[in-house]
């Protein structure tokens, strides 16, 4: 299971470079302003802003272009690129990147992405385009006043008094922009060819998922015992949000609920012999080939029935890779276990004598996840996925005494 699930992550990662996402019917404007249809390659918005991969075709060689060589580019019906002059204070600084037009009129929106976050801009003639900020750093590194972004709208549409107001309530975000400045072309121009284009947000997604598993864990007992890689199941539900950010649409958030079963594990000793008691009969589990005992019976290791019935709450945050009709995701999180049931009759003695019993009520961990899926007729996804837990008890202070647990598990899901 651990050679198949470090496989699969290298497989995944592999993937990200041979199929870094799906290509979409789209155009590119050419230096000399020719118009040429082919497919662009969907990119999040950091890659979107510094090149532009364009195919005329499905068999045709793929080219990339930076913004020094094309004037734009656009998805069918969807977003669109314009090669712009980032303005800066020096001639030194001038950088040109690739910038989305939210929304195109009177007064334009733009927004681009690089290492240092993302970046809203405001374009109206004849005033050029400048940057929406609030309280980030300037151009020129300079550090800018708290909400400079609203002066500047208050500045670029002062000839329609009427929306000044609604400035001082505009947050430096995609939705909120995209109102004020929607209304002002409007009024301006009272015509829809006021706005050549708008971007359409992605309205936030909720699907709900069914989960099978079949999973593999083993128990450490501090430095007293641990057990052997024994098998279980798991079944549960899931919620699945979508396009929780405006610019990585490919990044999801899921919170799950499974229910799991554990039944039977050997039990060795980590030390030379440690004593446990099982259905009554306290057993001294030692390493010597089970030396005898005249107090307890000697054994090499224990079968013994856990019985362990347990609900796990993972939250985590998804990558979803798109080709074709398959994609990879990958994910890591959070994750709370409750114990609900377990062998009363297995009772790791110190455990019993320090907490008053084997196994606790609540455990805290993490989780990860890789796997491979495809989209069905009816576009409800099915995954097969390898998933990672580990869990341990948060409240155990002497790590000798702290209960911990490795599980992997092959998961089966449907999104619906």
Known sequence: MKKLFTLLCLFFLFSLNLYPNSYKPGYIIDEKG?????????????????KCVFKTNSDEEVRTYSPQEI?????????????????????????????????????????????????????KEPYGIRELSDNHKNTDGSPASANLYKSKLTALMADYPEILGEINTTKLNFTSLIELVRKYNLKMCSEDTCMS??????????????????TTNQYKFGNEFISNYGSGYQIGASLIIQNAFFSHERIEFSFDLLAGYQPKYNLKAINSQELI???????????????????????????????????????????KNNFGNLFFHAGFGLANKFVLLSNKDLKELNFENQYGSTFKTYYMGGI????????????????????????????AVNSLLRLTENAFSVQFSYQF
């Not at 030692?286 to 005992?293: C, E, L, V």
């Open 34 to 50: 020719d118009t040429i249809n082919g497919f662009l390659l969907a990119q999040n918005s950091l890659n979107a802003s510094r």
């Open 197 to 214: 284009f708008e971007r359409s947000s992605n309205q936030i997604k909720t699907t709900f998922g069914l989960t099978i598993a079949y």
């Open 368 to 395: 990860s996840k890789i796997g491979l899926g495809m989209n069905s007729l009816k576009e409800h996804p099915i995954s097969c996925n390898l998933v990672y837990e580990y869990y341990f008890d948060p409240t």
């Open 71 to 123: 004037i734009a580019y656009r998805f069918a019906g969807s977003k669109y690129y314009m090669s712009i002059q980032v303005p800066a204070v020096s001639e030194k600084d001038q950088n040109r990147v690739f910038m989305e037009y939210l929304i195109k009129g009177v007064v334009s929106i733009l927004y681009f992405e690089d290492v240092q976050g993302g970046h809203y801009y405001i374009e």
């Open 277 to 319: 008691s099982y259905k009554g009969v306290i057993y001294n589990v030692n390493n010597f080939g089970a030396t005898p005992d005249p107090f307890h019976t000697s054994v090499s290791d224990l079968d013994a029935d856990f019985n362990l019935l347990d609900l796990r709450f993972p939250v985590m945050v998804n990558y």
